[in-house]
Structures are given as C-alpha cells and as structure tokens.
C-alpha cells in the first residue's frame, strides 16, 4: 500500500513561483511514471506534467517552459517547479503514479494579486 502527499502549495502573486513535493510511503518514485494534475474550478482535471523512470518528460502546452518537474529517488519524492505563475494557474494540483497506481489528495495552488 503505497500513499502520496502533496505539499507546498498556497496563495502566490501573478508571476511568483512555487515549488511542489509529492512524497511517497514507498519506493515507487524510481520504479515507474510520475505524473502531476491539476484540477482547476468548474473544470476537467489535466495533465500538467509526466516523468517517466528513464527521465523523459512530457509538458501540458499551458505550462512548457515554465513548470519542471523532477524526482528524488533518494526521498522517494516527485517535484514540480512552477515559475511565472498566472492566474489560470489556480488549481488543486495532484501526485499520480501511474504504476502503481495511486493518488496523492491535492494541494491547492492559488495565483492572485
């Protein structure tokens, strides 16, 4: 049984940054791929970013050249960087493994002058 909790989100300004954990209970941070989503108000919930255990990535276009994401295998821990905030940014923002699958019980990220 594996467990995944999101931290290190909050109320950011237009153009600030944030940096979201994603800690796993277990070892599977290495062993499979690695996803954040995000789920904003009245909206479907999306794909933000991927990472497989080889180290590709793939990027939702609203966020390519602003958000990384990133792992720690040592810490059993996933990463998202998000730089240049905007507005439509504001989401809750999910953990996913995808094998094994779980998910993470969201952080909420709020962007707001």
């Known amino acids: 049984q594996v467990q995944l909790v999101e931290s290190g989100g909050g109320l950011v300004q237009p153009g600030g940054s944030l940096r979201l954990s994603c800690a796993a209970s277990?070892?599977?941070?290495?062993?499979?791929?690695m996803s954040w989503y995000r789920q904003a108000p009245g909206k479907q919930r999306e794909l933000v970013a991927r990472?497989?255990?080889?180290?590709?990535?793939n990027y939702a276009d609203s966020v390519a050249g602003r958000f990384t994401i990133s792992r720690d295998n040592a810490k059993n821990t996933v990463y998202l960087q998000m730089n240049s905030l905007k507005p439509d940014d504001t989401a809750v923002y999910f953990c996913?493994?995808?094998?094994?699958?779980?998910w993470g019980q969201g952080t909420q990220v709020t962007v707001s002058s």
């Open positions: 996913n493994s995808e094998y094994p699958l779980y």
């Open positions: 277990r070892s599977i941070v290495s062993i499979g791929v």
């Open positions: 990472l497989t255990r080889g180290g590709s990535t």
